[in-house]
């Protein structure tokens, strides 16, 4: 017999170091401030390149080091990375990489689990693939199912950024650009053509912790969006996260619909 889940419990499932901060990490502080125990299953290190580059183990160890920075600001209990090919993903066997999340999901047994909404959250094939994978293995997991929780991030949200921080380096007298970039993305690429969401989640507290997560980054940021916000904007630019439930896995009420507001 499985042991029963801790109903304040989450895992979130992801593709690289980053992407927990990005498109979760305000839901993830907010766990951590209600004590509720959040885990985080990345499946690449972050590094490109061949397996036996050394330039690739160099970058995959530096965005482990990342990794922990920005987790141990979220709030994260547990951080369990796994060493699949960043950028060969959809290349991958998806047994494999479907077996690699069921076993996670046995060990942890969260309540819920998070991932990527369908669109990746600016149509990255390696989330899309993740997206997959996860929902393949909640629905292979039946009756055992956690509940299953699709992540976007608000269209506009990142030209908000952009926006917000050319603002405040005009005001400094920054002649410096600001780039229309967040983590190496064009600002309108977030939140393109996704699926209608069904949550809408409240961050503005937790925004300034998901920023600095987000910074801990530092790899991915080069005078981008995210790298020139100040921080007093962070509420209002990344204070909203939202989310859909997925129709597979477990449907009962679960603590992500009692803090989050329904669309």
Not at 113 to 120: E, I, K, L, Y
Request: aromatic share 6%; with cysteine.
């Amino acid at each position: 017999m499985a042991e029963p889940r801790e109903k304040s419990s989450l895992l979130a499932v992801f593709a690289h170091p980053d992407d927990e901060s990005i498109a979760s990490g305000g839901l993830l502080a907010r766990c951590g401030g209600d004590t509720v125990c959040a885990s985080l299953l990345c499946l690449t290190r972050g590094g490109l390149g061949q397996v036996d580059d050394p330039a690739r183990a160099r970058m995959g160890e530096l965005r482990e080091r990342e990794l922990a920075a920005a987790t141990r600001i979220l709030g994260v209990r547990e951080v369990i990375v796994l060493d699949h090919r960043n950028g060969f993903l959809p290349w991958a066997d998806r047994n494999v990489l479907e077996a690699d999340i069921v076993s996670v999901i046995r060990r942890v047994r969260p309540a819920i689990v998070v991932t990527f909404d369908d669109d990746g959250l600016y149509w990255h094939p390696d989330h899309i693939v993740v997206h997959e994978r996860t929902t393949a293995a909640v629905s292979a997991l039946a009756e055992d199912a956690p509940a299953l929780y699709y992540v976007q991030v608000p269209k506009g949200a990142m030209r908000n950024a952009w926006l917000a921080a050319t603002r405040a380096a005009e005001a400094r007298g920054d002649l410096e650009t600001v780039r229309p970039f967040a983590l190496g993305v064009e600002v309108d690429a977030y939140g393109l053509f996704t699926t209608p969401p069904t949550l809408t989640l409240d961050v503005r507290e937790q925004a300034v912790a998901k920023l600095r997560a987000i910074r801990s980054h530092g790899s991915q940021l080069l005078g981008d969006a995210l790298d020139r916000l100040p921080e007093e904007c962070a509420p209002d630019v990344l204070g909203i996260e939202l989310y859909r439930r997925a129709a597979v896995g477990a449907q009962g009420e679960t603590f992500l619909d009692r803090i989050a507001r329904p669309i």
